[in-house]
């Protein structure tokens, strides 16, 4: 699958950034470096194709989409979704729920929760999933034509003087090749800290991608 086969237009970037959408609490040692697709494999590290919409208690719409992943790496990676889009940067996290999703292969996701809520899986080297029907919230009326959503690849995670890792009851890789579907999760586990303080989000050899995605299903 090409990524212009799905209307994106992405840009890639190693930089000091903060996940969308949270507040500088999130923190990176990238280095400035921007990258042209002219210069990427035909296989680019994320693709996402807009799937449907249902209208939740307003001003929530959830947003479902189909996301295929890829590991080109020799070491593993964490990929780093928004969990809601069209809301104030947030400070932190506070907890996360664990899933398992059902199809082909094993994929645990991490869906953390606070004010700088994301979602994330550690893929191993050379790993390629995709993830069927994941919801990202929108708060509000979404446009009609498209939207951006930005994803963070990670070589480390830290969250909360914690690696990401310890957040998780058993190991988050995930399968090196998987097809598996939201609709078919299953929580496995939650943790949340003392009296949901939020934490502190840190990341290292972190590449930061933005994807227009439009918002018609084909």
Do not use: Y
């Not at 992943?69 to 729920?97: A, H, Y």
């Not at 939201?182 to 840190?202: G, I, N, W, Y």
Request: with cysteine.
């Amino acid at each position: 699958m090409r990524a212009n086969s799905l209307g994106l237009s992405i840009l890639i970037a190693l930089t000091n950034c903060v996940l969308p959408g949270t507040s500088p609490l999130w923190r990176s040692d990238g280095r400035n470096q921007e990258i042209s697709m002219a210069t990427q494999s035909a296989l680019p590290p994320v693709e996402i194709k807009f799937i449907s919409q249902r209208s939740q208690r307003p001003p929530l719409v959830s947003l479902f989409f189909d996301i295929t992943l890829r590991n080109d790496q020799s070491e593993p990676r964490w990929f780093i979704l928004p969990s809601k889009l069209n809301l104030p940067p947030g400070k932190g996290v506070d907890g996360v729920e664990v899933f398992h999703l059902g199809g082909k292969g094993r994929v645990i996701i991490g869906r953390f929760q606070g004010t700088g809520g994301f979602q994330i899986l550690l893929l191993p080297p050379k790993a390629e999933v995709t993830l069927r029907g994941l919801p990202i919230s929108f708060w509000g009326i979404p446009p009609k034509d498209s939207l951006s959503v930005d994803v963070i690849i990670a070589d480390r995670l830290t969250i909360g003087n914690e690696p990401a890792e310890a957040w998780f009851s058993s190991d988050p890789t995930s399968d090196v090749r998987a097809d598996v579907t939201f609709a078919q999760s299953e929580r496995v586990t939650s943790k949340f800290t003392p009296d949901r303080h939020e934490v502190q989000v840190l990341m290292a050899g972190d590449l930061r991608m933005k994807l227009q995605v439009k918002l018609t299903s084909d």
